[in-house]
């Protein structure tokens, strides 16, 4: 009887770990259009993009049922270019996000290749990540609303949802022997969502960003901008900052929806702090010192016509207080955007933006118009219109 008993208790274990609930999902997005830009390098330029409203990727997701309200999750995403096949993100193959890890009641923790809580919790209040995608982001993406750079090593915390009330942070391990903080990275954030209101705020601390968040995970790309070992972009709203030793961003958002239309704000002050530090690459010979002092405000409008068209516009005031004694820059920026949708899957969209540069740019130059994502202007005006359509699967 005692061994009817224990062989009993055996199988009924052992089917239950046999039929555990489990799933994997293939998924992506392919995002395809027509780009015109008014002043590129002071010529006229029409072309092929991808990846403009969401970066064409596609991807793998699952989760595991392991009991008592416990499973495991994992997502390994890739981004790429329709037009070359090329590999985004630096041609890393799972660039966009990858991870793995636990959720539960309490929330989910995972750790790999991931977003800043910057991202998470205020990003989605900006346009650019609404309706208009990278071309209306915030002149070069300076508190990177846009997810231009993703955290490795990182270990992420996400809260259930407490009555509308959710939170979570990131923390990056640095992994240099004798020095803990060099290469870190942190970043704290809430949401709250209550009807037709919702707020956000986020907090984002980025160690030597040239090697950190700009670079691959502690490496630094080849020569961009004319600024040797330099990743950051090639925008010069901010090319010149790669030297410094800290990248700051304090961000907050708004929504709040009557009827049909809603109306968004987004503030954040992104610093560049501690320019000219030699662990954060090389530093070339005229850097910077200081610390240079990014305000972005934004405020956004989305109109629903009909569940199928979607008309928004945006305005965007970006002003850097600039370094080493430089004049301050300012950026005026707006935009207007149409989205239909032909299925719920498929969709077109157009994006138009213009964009006002003042004042003196972060390499001391006389700024000029640099449209995020798109070749600079020669001068302080510059405009894109883009024709597109995005297919999800």
């Not at 790429?80 to 890890?101: H, I």
């Not at 992994?175 to 903080?181: H, S, Y």
């Not at 700024?367 to 699967?393: E, G, L, M, W, Y």
Request: aromatic share 12%; with cysteine; net charge positive.
């Amino acid at each position: 009887m005692k061994k009817c008993a224990f062989a009993g208790l055996l199988l009924s274990v052992t089917s239950g770990i046999a039929f555990a609930q489990s799933s994997v999902t293939l998924y992506g997005i392919l995002d395809e259009g027509f780009n015109f830009n008014n002043n590129s390098s002071g010529k006229h330029q029409y072309y092929l993009a991808a990846g403009v409203l969401q970066g064409s990727r596609f991807g793998l997701r699952g989760t595991e049922d392991l009991g008592g309200g416990l499973s495991a999750i994992f997502v390994a995403e890739n981004g790429f270019d329709p037009n070359s096949g090329k590999l985004g993100q630096g041609g890393l193959m799972f660039g966009r996000q990858a991870y793995v890890g636990l959720s539960s009641r309490y929330g989910t923790v995972t750790a790999g290749r991931q977003y800043d809580s910057v991202v998470d919790y205020v990003g989605p209040f900006g346009a650019a990540e609404q309706w208009g995608g990278s071309i209306i982001a915030h002149p070069g993406d300076t508190d990177n609303f846009n997810n231009t750079n993703r955290t490795n090593n990182a270990i992420k915390y996400t809260s259930v949802d407490f009555g509308g009330l959710t939170f979570g942070g990131v923390y990056a391990l640095g992994g240099i022997a004798g020095n803990l903080t060099r290469n870190q990275i942190w970043s704290l954030g809430a949401r709250y969502s209550n009807g037709p209101l919702q707020l956000g705020v986020g907090y984002l601390n980025v160690r030597n960003p040239n090697t950190s968040f700009y670079g691959a995970g502690g490496t630094v790309a080849a020569t961009v901008g004319g600024v040797p070992g330099s990743n950051f972009g090639a925008s010069p709203v901010n090319s010149a900052y790669a030297s410094a030793h800290t990248q700051q961003v304090i961000a907050a958002g708004a929504a709040y929806s009557f009827g049909a239309a809603t109306i968004g704000a987004t503030y954040s002050n992104a610093k560049y702090m501690s320019l000219g530090d030699k662990t954060s690459g090389p530093v070339p010979a005229n850097s910077l010192g200081g610390t240079a002092t990014f305000n972005n405000a934004e405020l956004n409008l989305k109109y629903q016509i009909t569940p199928a068209l979607l008309i928004a516009a945006s305005y965007v005031y970006s002003r850097n207080s600039g370094a080493a004694g430089f004049e301050e820059a300012t950026y005026n920026q707006g935009a207007i955007g149409i989205d239909y949708f032909l299925s719920k899957r498929t969709d077109l969209y157009a994006v138009g933006v213009f964009q006002k540069a003042g004042g003196t740019d972060s390499s001391g130059r006389p700024a000029v118009a640099s449209i995020n994502s798109v070749t600079p202007s020669v001068s302080d005006r510059q405009a894109v219109i883009r024709v597109a359509i995005r297919h999800k699967f």
